[in-house]
Nanobody, 128 residues
Framework: QVQLVESGGGLVQAGGSLRLSCAASGRTASRYAMGWFRQAPGKERDIVAG????????YYADSVKGRFTMSRDNAKNTITLQMNSLKPEDTAVYYCAAVRSPRTAIVVVTQAAEYDDWGQGTQVTVSS
């Protein structure tokens, strides 16, 4: 199974920025569709952004569209989430996740139940 390790979380003022990184290990990690999810206390784990294995297709939740950018560097097995104009509502634990066998190189997976591997999460707190 692929191992995923998130980093870059922390405390930031509203309107500020953070960059989350996810280091993926595994022989075929570059073939995985990837996603960023978040979970606030007492709420479901919801998708924030997703990217196809090729990096050519992306998906963003309406709540973060225009503020967050997801990218991947398959040569380095690194996934990033650049978060700008942060709001207190963005406060949550953020998780990196992988789908081992996407149907094509351009498909984006948006359902948490379809993901195979998960990182331990990194806390993002946005103060008002």
């Amino acid at each position: 199974q692929v191992q995923l390790v998130e980093s870059g979380g922390g405390l930031v003022q509203a309107g500020g920025s953070l960059r989350l990184s996810c280091a993926a290990s595994g022989r075929t990690a570059s073939r995985y569709a990837m996603g960023w999810f978040r979970q606030a206390p007492g709420k479901e784990r919801d998708i924030v952004a997703g990217i196809s294995s090729s990096g050519r297709s992306t998906y963003y939740a309406d709540s973060v569209k225009g503020r967050f950018t997801m990218s991947r560097d398959n040569a380095k097995n690194t996934i990033t989430l650049q978060m700008n104009s942060l709001k207190p509502e963005d406060t949550a634990v953020y998780y990196c996740a992988a789908v081992r066998s996407p149907r094509t190189a351009i498909v984006v997976v948006t359902q948490a139940a379809e993901y195979d591997d998960w990182g331990q999460g990194t806390q993002v707190t946005v103060s008002s």
